[in-house]
């Protein structure tokens, strides 16, 4: 069983920041790709930024130049730095993670969520 745990939410004012951090655990061969996702009030679910295995990644054109995602292979975690954050960034924000388990099989996990609210 794999687990994602997901923190550092809350309430900011617009133009500040927030870090969240999301920790995997379980029966772990290996943590593929991982990445970040959110979900606005009454909205389809999007994508936010991604991080491959080898650290290349991929951010959506919305948060290109403020946020920042990096990982931590020997933690399992994987952090999203979100800074100049605006009205539109309200959501809920979903951790993700492509992983190989220990009988190889490769699957998809979400965490839970964690609301991130911007507004003054």
């Known amino acids: 069983q794999v687990q994602l745990v997901e923190s550092g939410g809350g309430l900011v004012q617009p133009g500040g920041s927030l870090r969240l951090s999301c920790v995997v655990s379980?029966?772990?061969?290996?943590?593929?790709?991982m990445g970040w996702y959110r979900q606005p009030l009454g909205k389809q679910r999007e994508l936010v930024a991604t991080?491959?295995?080898?650290?290349?990644?991929n951010y959506a054109d919305s948060v290109k130049g403020r946020f920042t995602i990096y990982r931590d292979n020997a933690k399992n975690t994987v952090v999203l730095q979100m800074n100049n954050l605006k009205f539109e960034d309200t959501a809920v924000y979903y951790c993700?993670?492509?992983?190989?388990?220990?009988?190889?099989?490769?699957?998809?996990?979400w965490g839970q969520g964690t609301q991130v609210t911007v507004s003054s």
């Open positions: 993700n993670a492509d992983i190989t388990s220990r009988s190889f099989r490769s699957e998809d996990y």
């Open positions: 379980g029966s772990i061969f290996r943590i593929n790709r």
């Open positions: 991080i491959s295995s080898g650290g290349s990644t």
